[in-house]
């Protein structure tokens, strides 16, 4: 399983950037996948996620309105769109595999190297 993320980086506060995650190793279509970042000095924040076929989407509360998920099965690419980012989205931000069933728990079993994302004046 490898999970490869990009499209971090410094923006100002109210901008946008899109994260991209692409997923190998696996029959991506298979899973549902998640979003979850962490900010320096706290721990592991989940932030969202989809199901297999992209029809259903996940938000913590801090994101909703905001980010947007989405998946395209045919490239075992997830994303992340994200706008109005507020200083307080700045965190290392994590592609992760679900682990079936986990429901609203939304655990997950491999997760990717991260990629930075500084919102900034």
């Known amino acids: 399983v490898q999970l490869v993320e990009s499209g971090g980086g410094m923006v100002q506060p109210g901008g946008s950037l899109r994260l991209s995650c692409a997923a190998s190793?696996?029959?991506?279509?298979?899973?549902?996948m998640t979003w979850v970042r962490q900010a320096p000095g706290k721990g592991p924040e989940w932030v969202s996620a989809?199901?297999?076929?992209?029809?259903?989407?996940y938000y913590a509360d801090s994101v909703k309105g905001r980010f947007t998920i989405s998946r395209d099965n045919a490239k075992n690419t997830l994303y992340l769109q994200m706008n109005s980012l507020k200083p307080e989205d700045t965190a290392l931000y994590y592609c992760?595999?679900?682990?079936?069933?986990?429901?609203?728990?939304?655990?997950?079993?491999?997760w990717g190297q991260g990629t930075q994302v500084t919102v900034s004046s």
């Open positions: 992760a595999r679900e682990l079936p069933g986990s429901g609203p728990r939304h655990e997950y079993d491999y």
């Open positions: 190793g696996f029959t991506f279509s298979s899973y549902y």
């Open positions: 989809i199901n297999t076929g992209g029809g259903s989407t």
